[in-house]
């Protein structure tokens, strides 16, 4: 797979799990939507079937938030959510396709705010 700045390098694995997690979200949409009309939606369902086996296994809420308040304790100098970025980009550079982006931003907002 060619990288995102106009195939000058390879795609890192964050990447690939971006484009493999929008084909699923796509796939999610078509699903509803031939539901509503009464269609057939066995090859959609095929298709997030195989799509899902490319993604890692998601962190579990208890594990992202051991993770998130080591890297909070890690930085040091992280006290205030006007921080969060701080914690959000460590996160998606160690862990990137690993846990779920809305539980994450609660978490840390959460942790920050203590």
């Known amino acids: ?10 795609s890192t694995d964050a990447e690939v799990l971006q484009v493999i997690e929008k084909f699923i979200k796509n796939a999610n ?3 509803t939507i031939l539901l509503k009309n009464n269609k057939d939606t066995s090859n959609v369902i095929s298709e997030i079937i195989v799509l ?18 080591d890297i909070i304790e890690a930085l040091k100098d ?5 921080q969060m970025g701080k914690v959000m980009s460590v996160l998606k550079n160690s862990y990137g396709g690993m846990y779920d982006g809305k539980l994450a931003s609660e978490i840390v907002r959460k942790e920050l705010v203590k």
């Open 1 to 10: 797979m060619i990288g995102k700045n106009l195939g000058n390098r390879e």
């Open 29 to 31: 949409e078509i699903q």
């Open 52 to 69: 899902s086996k490319y993604l890692p296994q998601k962190m579990s809420r208890e594990e992202l938030e051991n993770v998130v308040k």
């Open 78 to 82: 992280i006290n205030s959510e006007v």
